[in-house]
């Protein structure tokens, strides 16, 4: 199978960034989100220490980045693209959540496509977002729509991550107990509570049933179920311990 991985042909192109933190800012979002390709159109400070500091480690970012001079060198080759805009334009374009654009980006990605951010101050103009294909807006509180740049690009990549189907958590994976270990726990429950007369009631049966239900949402691992069948071992042995020096006790009196 050929080894392809879609991320790789995503640019993301900031237009005339004014600050250089928040070009190595996002460097740093790209490169936790596995994109790699940073396009700079006419950037006020490229390179700069601020960039780097900022960073943080997305240093290969930094240094492959494309400085270009206009759109259309940033955008050659490129046969799709997502430019990100806040404000609210006077145009018939259909905007689209990250969510919902993201997959709709994904499916070019056998060819080059690109994620468009405009500067800090005003976003994108016009005439870039003509340029574009899908316009995406971040829904946010619409009492306080300020988002800073490099959390826009940690936004969108997040979700670009997640069409690409690279959204694992990386978490174990689980094996549950199998039927007859789980049974041998309940029928040893069942015993220890009955020793202990804590299932002495007028209906046990509707206790241990409320006990199988708590237990099966917890998805019971072999090694969880043998700490709690030692739990039980142990208490039961105790309870013992403890009925015969009260018998004792008893006797001497």
């Given at each position: 199978?050929?080894?392809?991985?879609?991320?790789?042909?995503?640019?993301?192109?900031?237009?005339?960034?004014?600050?250089?933190?928040?070009?190595?800012?996002?460097?740093?979002?790209?490169?936790?989100?596995g994109l790699s390709?940073?396009?700079?159109?006419?950037?006020?400070?490229?390179?700069?220490a601020?960039?780097?500091?900022?960073?943080?480690?997305?240093d290969?970012?930094?240094?492959?980045?494309?400085?270009?001079?206009?759109?259309?060198e940033a955008?050659?080759?490129?046969?799709?693209?997502?430019?990100?805009?806040?404000?609210v334009?006077?145009?018939?374009?259909?905007?689209?959540?990250?969510?919902?654009?993201?997959?709709?980006l994904m499916?070019?990605?056998?060819?080059?496509v690109?994620?468009?951010?405009?500067?800090e101050?005003?976003?994108?103009?016009?005439?870039?977002?003509?340029?574009?294909?899908?316009m995406v807006?971040?829904?946010?509180?619409?009492?306080?729509?300020?988002?800073n740049?490099?959390?826009a690009?940690?936004?969108?990549?997040?979700?670009?991550?997640l069409?690409?189907?690279?959204?694992?958590?990386?978490?174990?994976?689980?094996?549950?107990?199998?039927?007859?270990?789980?049974?041998?726990?309940?029928?040893?429950?069942?015993?220890?509570?009955?020793?202990?007369?804590f299932?002495n009631?007028?209906?046990?049966?509707k206790?241990?049933h409320?006990l199988?239900?708590?237990?099966?949402?917890?998805?019971?691992?072999?090694e969880?179920?043998n700490?709690?069948?030692?739990?039980?071992?142990?208490?039961?042995?105790?309870?013992?311990?403890?009925?015969?020096?009260?018998k004792?006790?008893?006797?001497?009196?």
């Open positions: 199978m050929e080894n392809f991985d879609a991320l790789n042909n995503v640019r993301v192109i900031l237009s005339h960034t004014t600050h250089p933190g928040n070009i190595g800012a996002a460097a740093r979002a790209m490169k936790t989100m390709r940073l396009y700079l159109i006419n950037p006020r400070y490229f390179p700069d601020q960039a780097t500091a900022m960073a943080a480690g997305a290969d970012v930094l240094a492959n980045a494309q400085v270009c001079s206009t759109l259309d955008l050659h080759g490129v046969v799709m693209v997502a430019g990100m805009s806040a404000r334009r006077d145009i018939s374009q259909e905007v689209l959540a990250p969510r919902e654009a993201m997959p709709l499916q070019q990605t056998r060819q080059q690109a994620l468009l951010f405009g500067t101050m005003s976003g994108l103009t016009n005439e870039e977002l003509a340029r574009c294909q899908l807006r971040i829904p946010v509180n619409p009492d306080y729509t300020s988002l740049l490099a959390a690009v940690q936004l969108v990549s997040y979700e670009l991550r069409a690409a189907g690279q959204g694992d958590c990386g978490a174990p994976e689980v094996t549950p107990a199998s039927a007859e270990h789980v049974e041998g726990f309940f029928r040893q429950l069942e015993a220890a509570l009955t020793e202990i007369e299932l009631g007028k209906h046990p049966t206790l241990m409320k199988r239900r708590l237990y099966a949402r917890a998805r019971l691992e072999p969880e179920i700490i709690l069948r030692g739990i039980l071992t142990l208490t039961t042995q105790y309870h013992g311990k403890l009925k015969q020096e009260l004792e006790n008893v006797q001497r009196d």
